[in-house]
């Protein structure tokens, strides 16, 4: 089991909201992200970051913001929730050595379920 | 622009046969390839690397292959049970600091 915590596993909030989701791991891996998965579809890298204060936007474009101001704790903050932001949401870290620096582990998501 | 594409239709087959799985990419030369194992309302999980220098890579019952003249990595699970029912993904990494970028999925239903 992957040492890698999302919190809260399940949130329906209602429109305008302002929500935080949490992720935090364990293995001290230097690198973190975001991605956004609607049910049977792929995944959609929003953030990522390779260190601490270092923090980049993935592929899909998202209103969300996240920051690193811990190597263990990487927040994705929604300032206005929306119907359209509606999906589950997975964090995951890397690190180790060698090739191993790039094998991902995931948390469990969170849904997001915005009314 | 990069893309990766795996087969969109889910894969069912007969249990105790070989599952093949085809991950095919265009405009990318990746120095690793990952598979990973996704079950429903889960997050994915790691199964095997493959360096671009390796032809072949086997753990237990997968067996994975990297042709980076074809562009393409096949992954094969021999001797397939119900419990390997999931979606998997192939994911390419051109090394260093790029960031990982994951295929839509393949399905595989295994029947009893």
């Known amino acids: 089991e992957a040492d890698i915590y999302q919190t809260p596993r399940y949130l329906v909030i209602g429109t305008g909201k302002k929500i935080t989701l949490e992720c935090s791991q364990t293995?001290?891996?230097?690198?973190m992200y975001w991605y956004q998965q609607d049910p049977g579809m792929e995944l959609h890298l929003i953030h990522y970051?390779?260190?601490?204060?270092?923090?980049e936007k993935g592929d899909l474009s998202s209103e969300s913001t996240v920051s690193r101001i811990r190597t263990e704790h990487f927040p994705l903050t929604l300032e206005s929730a929306r119907p359209s932001h509606t999906s589950q949401y997975l964090c995951?870290?890397?690190?180790?050595?060698?090739?191993?620096?790039?094998?991902?582990?995931f948390g469990p998501g969170t849904r997001l379920t915005v009314l | 622009s990069q893309k990766i594409e795996q087969n969109s239709e889910a894969l069912n087959i007969q249990e105790g046969k070989t599952a093949t799985l085809t991950c095919n990419y265009t405009?990318?030369?990746?120095?690793?390839l990952q598979w990973y194992r996704q079950d429903p309302g889960r997050g994915p999980v790691f199964l095997l690397l493959?360096?671009?220098?390796?032809k072949e890579k086997r753990k237990e019952r997968l067996k994975v292959t990297f042709d980076t003249t074809l562009k393409q990595s096949l992954f094969h699970i021999t001797a397939s049970q119900p419990a390997d029912s999931a979606t998997y993904l192939c994911?390419?990494?051109?090394?260093?600091?790029?960031?990982?970028?994951f295929g839509t999925g393949t399905k595989l239903q295994v029947i009893p």
């Open positions: 995951a870290s890397s690190g180790g050595a060698g090739e191993k620096t790039n094998e991902q582990f």
């Open positions: 994911a390419l990494h051109s090394g260093g600091y790029q960031k990982v970028t």
């Open positions: 405009n990318y030369s990746p120095a690793y």
């Open positions: 293995m001290g891996h230097d690198k």
């Open positions: 493959i360096r671009e220098n390796e």
């Open positions: 970051s390779y260190g601490v204060n270092s923090t």
